[in-house]
């Protein structure tokens, strides 16, 4: 079991943030994504949608036998919130680590959350911040143009387009005087550089995909699902779209190769094994 492969989803490329930063913690996992790229956006579907996407999504990644499964997705972890109860592996989403270490990083106890409209709507950052500190001022944004932006390849900080996005939502925010930042939605590091130019050195960015990668690794400690192999990993990719957008994306983001590990399926039609 140790051997097989983690599972990881999201709507698209956004979950390449949580795969860049689990192969920098585990090495020689094995890894099995998927980017439900035909239904990008998930962040504005309701939440009837959202549930049958994820649970269809998971159905895909049990059917390679993976040993967990981690929804890299700011969406599915807000609405899908019992899809935890409905799998045979360990599952984590992005909400709990993520809002664990903004309520470590504020100083100043302002935090502001960013993520799609779903999320935002589901209040699922806000909630868990105050439940670990009821003392903390809460912001919310939803962002919905960054993963039309991410899912097109403009994520060039220097791009006027992604700029003027970047400061249109983040304004008031940057007035309400913040010092931290949550990410809320996968796909927003892969603009991070555009966001901390405007925000600046005092404000902390907190990137879901790279604390979910952490805490994922720590679970697989704790269940000791670790592999134990010395060998690299292997990434397999798929997606339900094209795969030359997600392969000139993803290869920009992930500063490695990812051509002949792409492959195109039907989530529709994942049947569990
Ligand atoms: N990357 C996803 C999230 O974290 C979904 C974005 C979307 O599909 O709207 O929310």
Not at 122 to 137: A, F, Q, V, W
Not at 190 to 196: E, G, K, L, P, T
Not at 214 to 224: G, H, I, M, V, W
Request: glycine share 8%; charged share 20%.
């Amino acid at each position: 079991m140790s051997e097989n492969a983690i599972g990881i989803f999201d709507s698209g490329l956004g979950g390449l943030t949580a795969v860049k930063e689990l192969i920098k913690v585990l090495p020689h996992e094995n890894i099995v994504y998927f980017g439900d790229t035909a239904r990008v956006p998930y962040g504005n579907k309701s939440k009837k949608t959202i549930i049958r996407y994820a649970q269809q999504d998971a159905s895909f990644l049990l059917s390679k036998g993976v040993k967990m499964i981690i929804a890299a997705c700011g969406t599915v972890s807000s609405v899908a919130v019992n899809l935890r109860n409905e799998l045979p592996v360990p599952y984590t989403g992005v909400v709990l680590p993520t809002a664990r270490a903004a309520v470590n990083a504020t100083r100043i106890g302002r935090i502001g959350v960013i993520g799609t409209s779903a999320t935002v709507n589901s209040g699922s950052y806000k909630n868990e911040i105050l439940r670990l500190n009821p003392e903390l001022t809460v912001f919310q944004q939803d962002c919905p143009l960054f993963v039309s932006l991410v899912e097109n390849s403009f994520i060039s900080p220097e791009d006027p387009i992604v700029r003027l996005t970047v400061e249109r939502y983040l304004a008031p925010m940057k007035q309400e005087g913040i010092d931290t930042l949550i990410l809320g939605c996968t796909h927003f590091p892969i603009i991070a550089r555009a966001i901390a130019d405007y925000l600046g050195d005092q404000v902390t960015l907190i990137d879901s995909g790279r604390e979910t990668a952490l805490y994922a690794a720590a679970l697989l400690q704790a269940d000791k699902l670790l592999n134990n192999s010395t060998e690299a990993g292997q990434c397999r990719y798929y997606v339900s779209d094209t795969v030359e957008d997600f392969r000139r994306t993803a290869e920009i983001f992930l500063g490695t190769t990812v051509g002949s590990v792409v492959s195109h399926i039907n989530p529709e039609q994942a049947m569990v094994h």
